[in-house]
Structure formats: structure tokens, C-alpha cells
């Protein structure tokens, strides 16, 4: 017969046993979440190990979060709203047939049918503005509203106006509209002379038709003279960036990263990309008053087509067995043509003539020159210092209203 004794007894030390290992399992928990950074390793706390064993989250649709704005959307909404399409239309009549068909020879060789073009066609064109003043004074190019027979504003929220030129000055290439309206947005006018190269520049406008459109780029130059543009009847030095400036754009805005209005977008080069021109808003500011009250902007002229003459070009001209002149060979500014009856003409000042000096001031360069005459009064004496061949003759030119010879 076996015992049970040594039974019992095992059964009594597994109780001891496993009363030992919950202890211990017990202080051990306690241990570490009195002290987990100390217990546990760096990256295994409490909460992790919770997160290890609860289910994987479920996917949540991200939230949307701000990102802030860059500077040209601030420029933009600053200024956006106060920048207009202007839609022009005018009545062109048709010069009618040539009188060569009037023949009745002609009339009987074509039975009668010789065809006739409308006599007159409606023109349309566009371009933009800007709202200067909150009563509904807009600025905007010569060249979108000259000989307009109506004139269509609509602001960026969809209204429409009809508009009033108030003054256009053909020279600067600006024009005032006017319409109806009062609390319009106004855009904030900055100063150009304050300008440099590399600035950010922002157009905005309307080119080819498609609204409220943004380009970005820099001032690639400053005081580029209309002469190097390429449109010398114009009396302007420009602003050149290579921001997008498309038909469509002129008369809109050209604003700094600040959202002011540093100059309005008027021209571009036919024969280049990337090279856009603005007229600074301080030559606007200087006139639109004027122009708002229909008065004419005085632009003195003397009538000259002129280049600028250095030494070395004087040689380059002298040493062509087919020149018809020989010019000195100096600093200053060649006379390639006199216009007739001009103020020019009238003093004396003739082809081939060099001037370098007028009022005392030593003149360099046609930009010079144009500056003097455009700085002076109409029908005042300007003393020029020109040298004619081998001799120095002092002339006195009255320059004249280029507005009175268009």
C-alpha cells in the first residue's frame, strides 16, 4: 500500500510557489509604474506598451490645416479687387471702293457687280485699369481707350459700368476713365523711386481675354528709355521686368511684393520674350489730377531725330568713302534729322550738328538731351553749345508743344 503523504506535501509547496510569483508579479508592476523612465528603457513606457496592445486606430480623414500665404497672394488680394477690364469699341469707316471702279467701263465689264466692302465695321478691343479713387476714377494706358466710341468697365465681382475718358495724354501713354459709382476699392498707389533692380514684380490684368490673371518675375532694368524700347514718339522712361506682360495686360497693374502700385503695364517687345515694360506710377501720379480735369499734359519738343556720338563712331562715320558728312569726333549728340518747320528747323540747328552743351550743361547722350528738353518750358530759349565741322556755335532753341504737332 503507497502513502499519500508526499502527495500533500507538493501540493502545498506549488500553492507556496505561485503565492510567491503573484507577489512578485504584483511589486514589479507597481515598481515600474511608480518609476518608468527609471525602470523602463528610453523608448518603452507605460503607454507604449498600452499601445501595443490595443487594436490598430482606424483610418481618419486628415484635417486641413492653414498654410500660410505667400507674399504674392497677400499683394494680390490686396490690390485685386480694384483692377479692371476695360472693353473698348469704336465705328471705323470704310474708305468705300476705288474710284477706279467708278469707270463706267469698268461698271459694264463687270456687269455691274463690282463688289462693295462695307462702309463701316465696328472695332472692339481690351485691356485693363486700376480704381485709383473710391468715386470711380480709373488709370489706365492712352492706347486702350484713344478714339473709343464706348467704353465698358467690369470690376472683379461681375458689375458693369459705362465709362467716361476724362483726359488722355498720348506722349506718357495714360488716360483717366470715369464711371459711376461710390465706396469702390481703391489700390494703393507706391513709389517708384524707390525701386531697384531684382525687386519682385507682380502684373496683373487681363490678357488675351482671360481675367484677373497673375504673373510673377523681378525688375530686370530701370530708366529704359522709349527710344531703346522702340517707340520714340513717346516721352517715358520705363520699368522692364520679365514678369508675363500679354495683350490684354496693358493699363493693369504692375505691384511690388507689398502690394502697392509701383507702375502701369503698357508695352511689350514683339521680337523677344520675357521682357515686359511699365510706366512708373510716379509719372501717373504726377498728371492723373490733370487728366482727370480734362486739361493737356505740355510736353515740350524740339523736332530732331538724334543718336548718341562718341569718339569712336565719329571715326567709324568719317572712314566711310560713302559718307556725306564728316562729324567731329567728340562726346555729345549727332543730329540725324530736322524735322521741317519744328522748333529745331526754325533756330538754324542743322543735320550733322553735335551738340554738347545746352544751359551750361555738358550733354553726353541722347537720353540727356531728351531729358533737358522734356525738364524745360514751352516757348523758353534753350542754349545749345553745337559744334558744326571745325566750328563752335552757340544756338537758341524755343522748344514747342508736341501735342500741337501730332
Given at each position: 500500500?503507497?502513502s499519500?503523504?508526499?502527495?500533500?506535501?507538493s501540493w502545498r509547496?506549488?500553492?507556496?510557489?505561485?503565492?510567491?510569483?503573484?507577489?512578485?508579479?504584483a511589486?514589479?508592476?507597481?515598481?515600474?509604474w511608480a518609476?518608468p523612465q527609471?525602470l523602463?528603457?528610453?523608448?518603452?513606457?507605460?503607454?507604449?506598451?498600452n499601445a501595443?496592445?490595443?487594436?490598430p486606430?482606424?483610418?481618419q480623414?486628415?484635417?486641413?490645416?492653414?498654410?500660410p500665404?505667400s507674399?504674392?497672394t497677400?499683394a494680390?488680394?490686396?490690390?485685386g479687387?480694384?483692377v479692371?477690364?476695360?472693353?473698348?469699341e469704336?465705328?471705323v469707316?470704310?474708305?468705300?471702293i476705288n474710284?477706279?471702279f467708278?469707270?463706267p467701263?469698268f461698271r459694264?465689264f463687270?456687269g455691274?457687280?463690282?463688289?462693295?466692302?462695307?462702309?463701316?465695321?465696328?472695332?472692339?478691343?481690351?485691356?485693363?485699369?486700376?480704381?485709383?479713387?473710391?468715386?470711380?476714377?480709373?488709370?489706365?494706358?492712352?492706347?486702350?481707350?484713344?478714339?473709343?466710341d464706348?467704353v465698358?468697365?467690369t470690376?472683379?465681382d461681375?458689375r458693369?459700368?459705362?465709362?467716361?475718358?476724362?483726359?488722355i495724354d498720348?506722349?506718357?501713354?495714360?488716360?483717366v476713365?470715369k464711371i459711376?459709382?461710390?465706396?469702390l476699392p481703391?489700390?494703393?498707389?507706391g513709389?517708384?523711386?524707390?525701386l531697384?533692380?531684382?525687386d519682385?514684380?507682380?502684373?496683373v490684368?487681363?490678357?488675351l481675354?482671360?481675367d484677373?490673371?497673375?504673373?510673377?518675375?523681378?525688375i530686370?532694368?530701370?530708366?529704359?528709355?522709349?527710344?531703346q524700347?522702340?517707340i520714340?514718339?513717346?516721352?517715358?522712361?520705363?520699368?522692364?521686368?520679365?514678369?508675363?506682360?500679354?495683350?490684354g495686360?496693358?493699363g493693369?497693374?504692375?505691384?511690388?511684393?507689398r502690394g502697392?502700385v509701383?507702375?502701369?503695364n503698357t508695352?511689350?517687345?514683339a521680337?523677344?520674350?520675357?521682357?515686359?515694360?511699365a510706366?512708373?506710377i510716379n509719372?501717373?501720379k504726377?498728371i492723373?489730377d490733370?487728366?482727370?480735369?480734362?486739361?493737356?499734359?505740355?510736353?515740350?519738343?524740339?523736332?530732331?531725330r538724334?543718336?548718341?556720338?562718341?569718339p569712336?563712331?565719329?571715326?567709324?562715320?568719317n572712314s566711310d568713302?560713302?559718307?556725306?558728312i564728316?562729324?567731329?569726333?567728340i562726346?555729345?549728340?549727332?543730329i540725324?534729322q530736322v524735322?521741317?518747320n519744328?522748333?529745331?528747323?526754325?533756330?538754324?540747328i542743322r543735320r550733322g550738328?553735335?551738340?554738347?552743351?545746352?544751359?551750361g550743361?555738358l550733354?553726353?547722350?541722347?537720353e540727356?538731351?531728351?531729358?533737358?528738353?522734356?525738364?524745360?518750358?514751352i516757348?523758353?530759349?534753350l542754349?545749345?553749345?553745337?559744334?558744326?565741322?571745325?566750328q563752335?556755335?552757340?544756338?537758341s532753341?524755343r522748344?514747342g508743344?508736341?501735342?500741337?504737332?501730332?
Amino acid at each position: 500500500m503507497i502513502s499519500s503523504k508526499p502527495e500533500t506535501f507538493s501540493w502545498r509547496q506549488l500553492t507556496q510557489y505561485a503565492l510567491i510569483a503573484v507577489v512578485s508579479a504584483a511589486l514589479t508592476l507597481s515598481a515600474i509604474w511608480a518609476f518608468p523612465q527609471t525602470l523602463l528603457p528610453p523608448r518603452l513606457t507605460i503607454s507604449s506598451i498600452n499601445a501595443a496592445v490595443q487594436p490598430p486606430p482606424q483610418p481618419q480623414t486628415a484635417t486641413p490645416v492653414d498654410s500660410p500665404q505667400s507674399f504674392v497672394t497677400r499683394a494680390v488680394q490686396r490690390v485685386g479687387t480694384a483692377v479692371v477690364r476695360i472693353d473698348t469699341e469704336r465705328v471705323v469707316t470704310n474708305p468705300g471702293i476705288n474710284p477706279f471702279f467708278d469707270d463706267p467701263f469698268f461698271r459694264e465689264f463687270f456687269g455691274g457687280g463690282v463688289p462693295q466692302n462695307p462702309q463701316e465695321y465696328r472695332q472692339r478691343g481690351e485691356g485693363s485699369g486700376l480704381i485709383i479713387e473710391s468715386n470711380g476714377l480709373i488709370l489706365t494706358n492712352a492706347h486702350v481707350v484713344s478714339g473709343a466710341d464706348t467704353v465698358t468697365v467690369t470690376l472683379k465681382d461681375g458689375r458693369q459700368f459705362t465709362g467716361k475718358v476724362r483726359g488722355i495724354d498720348e506722349p506718357s501713354d495714360l488716360a483717366v476713365v470715369k464711371i459711376e459709382g461710390r465706396d469702390l476699392p481703391v489700390a494703393p498707389l507706391g513709389d517708384s523711386s524707390q525701386l531697384k533692380v531684382g525687386d519682385w514684380a507682380i502684373a496683373v490684368g487681363n490678357p488675351l481675354g482671360l481675367d484677373n490673371t497673375v504673373t510673377l518675375g523681378i525688375i530686370s532694368t530701370l530708366n529704359r528709355s522709349s527710344a531703346q524700347v522702340g517707340i520714340p514718339d513717346k516721352r517715358l522712361d520705363f520699368i522692364q521686368t520679365d514678369a508675363a506682360i500679354n495683350p490684354g495686360n496693358s493699363g493693369g497693374p504692375l505691384l511690388s511684393e507689398r502690394g502697392e502700385v509701383i507702375g502701369i503695364n503698357t508695352a511689350i517687345r514683339a521680337d523677344a520674350q520675357g521682357i515686359g515694360f511699365a510706366i512708373p506710377i510716379n509719372k501717373a501720379k504726377a498728371i492723373k489730377d490733370k487728366l482727370a480735369r480734362g486739361e493737356q499734359i505740355p510736353h515740350p519738343y524740339i523736332g530732331v531725330r538724334l543718336f548718341t556720338l562718341t569718339p569712336e563712331i565719329a571715326q567709324q562715320i568719317n572712314s566711310d568713302p560713302n559718307g556725306v558728312i564728316l562729324v567731329p569726333e567728340i562726346n555729345g549728340v549727332l543730329i540725324e534729322q530736322v524735322m521741317p518747320n519744328s522748333p529745331a528747323a526754325t533756330a538754324g540747328i542743322r543735320r550733322g550738328d553735335v551738340i554738347f552743351q545746352i544751359d551750361g550743361k555738358l550733354i553726353t547722350t541722347a537720353e540727356q538731351l531728351q531729358d533737358a528738353v522734356e525738364q524745360s518750358q514751352i516757348n523758353q530759349p534753350l542754349k545749345m553749345q553745337v559744334k558744326r565741322g571745325e566750328q563752335t556755335v552757340e544756338i537758341s532753341v524755343r522748344p514747342g508743344n508736341l501735342q500741337d504737332a501730332l
